[in-house]
């Protein structure tokens, strides 16, 4: 199998149990299937947006290069480039499921600011605020070095802005709303994405 297939079988995994199986196994467990979808003002408008048009493109670039209409970034095409790229990208895969279990019901994608859940602050959220998004970027890096191209990487800057957008100026204003002085005692000693890193003081 050519390095573009491997990378759509790892995004039909990706979506199949980061979204797909993650989905169902909330609806089966709270009647609810933890989409929230976009609503809100303009910002959480672009940030949705935005992340949909950068999986759509991080998805486009193995396509086209699996049809030689992308060439690919020379420096970067080298076997054991994509042979790591192939091994974060899973790790990515399999923090993401571990990730979105330990949040529990408190799982959802989107922003309903009529609900209170859990703050979520044990386990692996107990070393970053936000692990799922860290897996998600394990993984978008993983896939855009097993088809190193343009769009790719463009794919991945947009799924890092986006992300970045999210949660500064949509989760954690929600969630400093919803759990004030335990969500801001959180923020000031947990990362954002990595340990230590993103405090919020």
Do not use: K
């Not at 699996?66 to 480039?81: E, F, K, Q």
């Not at 859940?117 to 998600?136: Q, S």
């Amino acid at each position: 199998m050519s390095t573009a297939g491997i990378a759509l079988v790892l995004f039909a995994v990706f979506g199949v149990l980061g979204f797909g199986w993650r989905s169902w196994l909330q609806y089966r467990r709270t009647g609810s299937s933890g989409f929230r979808g976009i609503s809100g003002g303009i910002t959480e408008w672009v940030a949705g947006t935005g992340f949909a048009v950068a999986l759509l493109v991080a998805v486009s670039a193995p396509i086209l290069q699996l049809y030689n209409a992308v060439a690919s970034l020379s420096a970067l095409s080298t076997a054991w480039i994509q042979i790591a790229g192939i091994a974060i990208a899973v790790a990515g895969i399999a923090a993401t499921v571990y990730a979105q279990l330990e949040m529990g019901d408190s799982w959802r994608i989107g922003v309903d600011e009529r609900e209170n859940t859990t703050l979520v602050h044990t386990g692996v959220f107990g070393r970053v605020r936000n692990p799922i998004y860290t897996a998600m970027f394990m993984f978008g890096l993983g896939v855009a070095l097993v088809t190193p191209n343009f769009v790719a990487c463009a794919g991945f800057v947009l799924l890092v802005s986006t992300i970045e957008l999210q949660v500064r100026r949509v989760e954690e204003p929600h969630l400093s709303r919803t759990h004030g002085d335990e969500y801001r005692a959180y923020a000031a000693t947990v990362g954002r994405f990595f340990p230590g890193v993103g405090l919020i003081r």
